[in-house]
C-alpha cells in the first residue's frame, strides 16, 4: 500500500470541499472496495477523507410519503429497518443476497451504490484493463468471460455492476442526493446515475469530482408482491450471475430490473408492458440487443427463467 494522508471532516460540505482541494483525494467510510483495491495497488488515493462524522446515518420518512436513507446507513440496519421491511422488501432482500453478514455490518448505502464495475481481469494488475489504465486495452474481451456483460457492453469494457442493493434501487425508482464543493446540491434519478462503459469505462457514474453523496431516496412504496431472485455460482458471498428484482402487482402488472448481466442495474421499462404475456416476451425486450461471448450466451436462457421463477413465486 502506498503512503496516503488522512483526515477526518464533520459536514458533508466541508468533506467535499476538501477533496476539491486535494488532487487524488477519496472519501472513505466502510472501506469495503476501496481498502481491498488500495492493498492491490489498483486504487492509490493520495489522500483520504473520512466521513464516517458527517452525521447521514439515519433513514427518515420523504415528504411524498417514501423513505430518505442517508448516505452512511449500513447494509445491515436498512435491511433490518421495519419500514424497509414492509414497503420496500424488494430491497430488504437483495441487502441480504449481497456479501457477507460481516462486510454487510460495515458497507454503507452510498458505498454499495458507488462498488467499482469489475471482472477478475481487474484486479489483475499484469493484464491490461481499459478501467485501471484507459487505452490499455480490455483482457476480457476474447479472455474468460463467463461471468461478465451481455448487454449494454463496449469494445472497452464487458465489466458488470457487483451491486445486489443497486438493482432494487434502479426497480424503485430511486434518487441519489449529493452536494458539491461549493455547497450546491442535486438529485440525480438512479438511471442516470451509473453509465454504461462506452469508451470511457473508467468513468462509471455521473459525480463530478469533489461530489458526495448524501442520502438516496425512495419514493411511496410501489405496493404489490415484492421479489429478489439471485443465481451464482455459491450459495453465498459471490456476485450474481443473473439476479432478478421484480414488484407484481395483483393485476399482472408491475416492474422488473436485471443484475449480474449490464455495467450497471439493468431496466427497460418499455419491457415491463410485456409481463402480461409472460417471462420469455419480458426477457426479450429487457435483452434486446445483446451480445455475449461464447462464455456467457447461457445467461439469456438463465435471465428468462429467473424472470419466470419470480414472477411465478409473486403470482403464487
Known sequence: MK?????????????????????????????????????????????????????LDRIEPAGDGGLRIGALVRNTDLAADKRVR???????????????????????????????????????????????????????IGGFSRQLGVIGVSEACIATHPSDMAVAMRLLDATVETVKPDGTTRAIPIADFHRLPGNTPHIETALEAGELITAVTLPKPPGGRHIYRKVRDRASYAFALVSVAAVIQRDGSGRVALGGVAHKPWRVEAAEAELPRGAKAVAAGLLAGARPTRDNAFKLPLAERTIAAAIDEARA
Open 3 to 55: 503512503p496516503f494522508t488522512y483526515e477526518r471532516t464533520a459536514t458533508p460540505v466541508e468533506a467535499a470541499g476538501a477533496a476539491a482541494r486535494t488532487p487524488g483525494a477519496s472519501f472513505i467510510a466502510g472501506g469495503t472496495n476501496l481498502l481491498d483495491l488500495m492493498k492491490l495497488q489498483i486504487e492509490a488515493p493520495a489522500h483520504l477523507i473520512d466521513v464516517n462524522g458527517v452525521g
Open 86 to 140: 414492509r414497503d420496500y422488501a424488494v430491497l430488504s432482500r437483495a441487502l441480504l443476497a449481497g456479501a457477507s453478514g460481516q462486510l454487510r455490518n460495515k458497507a454503507t448505502t452510498a458505498g454499495n451504490l458507488l462498488q467499482r464495475t469489475r471482472c477478475p481481469y481487474f484486479y489483475d494488475t499484469n493484464q491490461p484493463c481499459n478501467k485501471r489504465r484507459p487505452g490499455s486495452g480490455c483482457a476480457a
